[in-house]
């Protein structure tokens, strides 16, 4: 792991060295449940699939079935649609970002640090395994939520979404959550990241109404 100093940030922190020991770990929930997990590793591939990814510019090969010419109407170039095969695994990445989090006493980072880096962390694993990834962030509500990708640029605006939260405000992860859970449209894995300060009866009834809608749930707590 590395050696964190004073006035470490968890960007600073998220060094290649750090992430190449993390891909040889394989993220992996609780139960292995209808091929809940059968999308690790998968690929995208081009062609008529499940879901569009991204554009990117035609090159001498690709076929020109795959041209959007509606594209090429506006910018006079030629760009082709890519798609990516549709993971099983759909991920969401819950931070909690109450004020609670940016207590430090005598470690480099705050808790929010921490919770940053291990989404970050995550959210780089997932991305390199070609799973959907997404992230949301709340106190006594949902404040931000980017809903799962698995496209390109999914890390980048993940980083930069965690680079400008700043820990504020009370919890209620009751009220969060349930905003969360009308948000998900499918199946998914939420990872639930918080030092869980606020009443145990209601983060317990939180998650287990998630449980109640198939979603699994992986709640890490962070203490200093």
């Known amino acids: 792991?590395?050696?964190?100093?004073?006035?470490?940030?968890?960007?600073?922190?998220?060094?290649?060295?750090?992430?190449?020991?993390?891909?040889?770990?394989?993220?992996r929930a609780r139960y292995v449940v209808e091929g809940f997990l059968v999308g690790l590793h998968r690929s995208p591939y081009h062609g008529f699939s499940v879901?569009?990814?991204?554009?990117?510019?035609?090159?001498?090969?690709?076929?020109?079935?795959?041209?959007?010419?509606?594209?090429?109407?506006?910018?006079?170039?030629?760009?082709?649609?890519?798609?990516?095969?549709?993971?099983?695994?759909?991920?969401?990445?819950?931070l909690d970002c109450s004020a609670s989090m940016g207590f430090r006493y005598e470690s480099p980072m705050p808790k929010w640090g921490y919770a940053a880096l291990c989404a970050a962390a995550l959210s780089y694993l997932l991305l390199r395994q070609k799973d959907a990834v997404g992230v949301a962030?709340?106190?006594?509500?949902?404040?931000?939520?980017?809903?799962?990708?698995?496209?390109?640029?999914?890390?980048?605006?993940?980083?930069?979404?965690?680079?400008?939260?700043e820990p504020g405000g009370e919890t209620d992860i009751a009220s969060?959550?349930?905003?969360?859970?009308?948000?998900?449209?499918?199946?998914?894995?939420?990872?639930?990241?918080?030092?869980?300060?606020?009443?145990?009866?209601?983060?317990?009834a939180a998650l287990r109404r998630l449980r109640a809608q198939k979603h699994e749930v992986i709640a890490l707590q962070v203490l200093e």
Do not use: C
Request: hydrophobic share 40%; no cysteine.
């Open 1 to 27: 792991m590395p050696v964190y100093t004073e006035g470490t940030s968890w960007r600073q922190a998220l060094k290649p060295e750090f992430l190449m020991r993390l891909q040889s770990l394989e993220l």
């Open 51 to 94: 879901e569009f990814a991204e554009y990117r510019q035609y090159q001498r090969g690709d076929e020109p079935r795959l041209i959007d010419w509606k594209v090429y109407a506006r910018t006079e170039r030629l760009y082709v649609k890519q798609f990516e095969e549709e993971t099983n695994v759909r991920t969401v990445i819950a």
């Open 137 to 165: 962030l709340y106190d006594m509500a949902l404040r931000a939520y980017r809903p799962p990708s698995a496209r390109s640029s999914q890390f980048r605006d993940i980083l930069r979404l965690l680079e400008e939260t």
């Open 176 to 204: 969060a959550l349930a905003a969360l859970s009308e948000r998900l449209r499918r199946r998914s894995l939420v990872v639930l990241i918080s030092d869980f300060l606020d009443s145990a009866e209601h983060s317990v």
